[in-house]
């Protein structure tokens, strides 16, 4: 039993190290483990991961409140966009084909990597312009952070908020209808449309994950699929994780941040897109 | 970006780091208590070897979980620790809402008022 205890602990230190520095949640690396190493029911693994979501959340957000990187308004606002959608596609299911769904987002996220990429090249992290967004002004959406591997504040500016409340409407909606976690398309919102560097976007995405999660836990934790015996071992070891990767992840450049990324939403992605065709990688 | 708007920035910051604070200190409580409850729990039932049910079954339902800690089950914390740890983003959202009220930020009263309805609603439509 010592033996599990350990293992599920080692696996959520390793989830919430990653998790924190990328602000997606650990379900793609606690799935596999629960299902294929510990033989479970992939109903308990959706149980663990959606734990993992909070845990990790929860874990990040303590350290990344004190350093000041998070972006609480951008976070309330776009939470309303996403937890909305997440409620109507709850609703919905079963009223548009999972395949197309899956091809659909999964499109989507490669095509993200990709920006990613050209991202990575132009190394153009923070946006400048003379004329602010409006509504960027109205909703107060515009801030700054002290980066620590560059040491020094970093005022930023943000712009196409509609095109970014339309993805986290869009990242609810999946992860309604299809019970999919949201964090990378969280990332996406703010890194790729709304232009916030790379770091406030990850922040910031860790807490409204953890905000968007708890939502649906309550459904798994009622009805049985959170086992106690995987979700405590796994959720102490995440927020030790979590608290680990979030200081790591201030420190490093957001260059190396978005490496690490780029492969993770390339695979995502095509998981996503081979999904729409019936095939499990 | 000329001064006005230099100047401006920089209070909302400024405000911001405040709230922040109060928040990032409420939400460490938060998960210490959660975490605590778990890990004793988790000490429990590597100590007795079993988690204080039948056949390696747990407790489900609040009523039956607040039974099991007086009962001193090692299941009973691990899933009341559990459903703390549910509740820190929750915890979150409602301590926002406060800060932006003292910071006096209506249109964001408003709007973390509003997410924490939704929620509110998602959690009555999933137990139906």
Redesign the interface.
């Known amino acids: 039993?010592?033996h599990t205890?350990l293992l599920m602990f080692l696996v959520g230190v390793f989830a919430g190290t990653l998790g924190a520095i990328l602000g997606i949640g650990g379900g793609m690396i606690i799935t596999p483990i629960v299902t294929l190493a510990m033989g479970l029911d992939i109903k308990y693994a959706i149980g663990a991961s959606i734990?993992a979501v909070?845990?990790t959340?929860?874990?990040a957000?303590?350290a990344y409140?004190?350093d000041?990187v998070?972006n609480?308004?951008v976070a309330?606002?776009l939470?309303?966009a996403t937890?909305?959608g997440?409620?109507i596609g709850?609703?919905l299911t079963g009223a548009m084909s999972p395949a197309v769904l899956y091809f659909l987002f999964g499109s989507l996220l490669v095509f993200s990597s990709w920006n990613m990429v050209r991202k990575l090249r132009a190394g153009k992290e923070v946006l400048?312009e003379?004329q602010?967004d409006k509504w960027a002004e109205f909703?107060?959406l515009?801030?700054?952070y002290y980066d620590k591997n560059l040491h020094k504040q970093v005022?930023y500016q943000v712009k196409n908020i509609p095109a970014g409340l339309s993805i986290m409407f869009g990242a609810g909606l999946a992860s309604g209808m299809l019970g999919i976690g949201s964090g990378a398309f969280k990332v996406m919102a703010m890194d790729n449309a709304m232009h916030m560097p790379l770091k406030p976007s990850s922040a910031t995405s860790n807490?409204m994950m953890?905000?968007t999660?708890?939502?649906?836990?309550?459904?798994y934790?009622?009805?049985?699929s959170?086992?106690?015996?995987i979700?405590?071992?796994l959720?102490?070891g995440i927020?030790v994780g979590a608290a680990i990767g979030s200081r790591v992840m201030q420190h490093l450049p957001s260059r190396v941040i978005r490496m690490i990324f780029i492969p993770i939403l390339l695979y995502l992605g095509l998981q996503m897109i081979f999904k729409a065709f019936g095939v499990t990688i | 970006m000329n001064k006005n708007d230099n100047k401006q920035q920089h209070n909302v910051t400024q405000e911001m780091a405040d709230i922040e604070l109060i928040i990032g200190k409420i939400m460490r409580i938060g998960v210490i208590i959660a975490a605590a409850v778990m890990l004793i729990g988790l000490i429990m039932l590597l100590i007795t070897g079993n988690g204080g049910y039948y056949a390696n079954s747990y407790p489900t339902t609040l009523t039956a979980i607040w039974h099991g800690l007086f009962l001193g089950r090692p299941f009973a914390y691990m899933m009341a620790g559990t459903f703390l740890l549910i509740l820190t983003p929750v915890l979150r959202v409602i301590v926002s809402i406060y800060a932006f009220f003292v910071e006096k930020d209506m249109l964001y009263v408003v709007i973390t008022t509003t997410v924490l309805l939704i929620l509110v609603v998602s959690f009555i439509i999933g137990h139906n």
């Open positions: 039993m010592l205890a734990i909070i845990a959340s929860s874990g957000t303590i409140l004190r000041d998070l609480l308004r309330m606002f939470e309303i937890t909305i997440a409620i709850a609703l400048h003379s602010p909703f107060k515009n801030s700054s005022d807490l953890g905000v999660a708890a939502a649906s836990a309550t459904v934790f009622f009805n049985g959170i086992k106690p015996f979700a405590v071992p959720s102490l927020l």
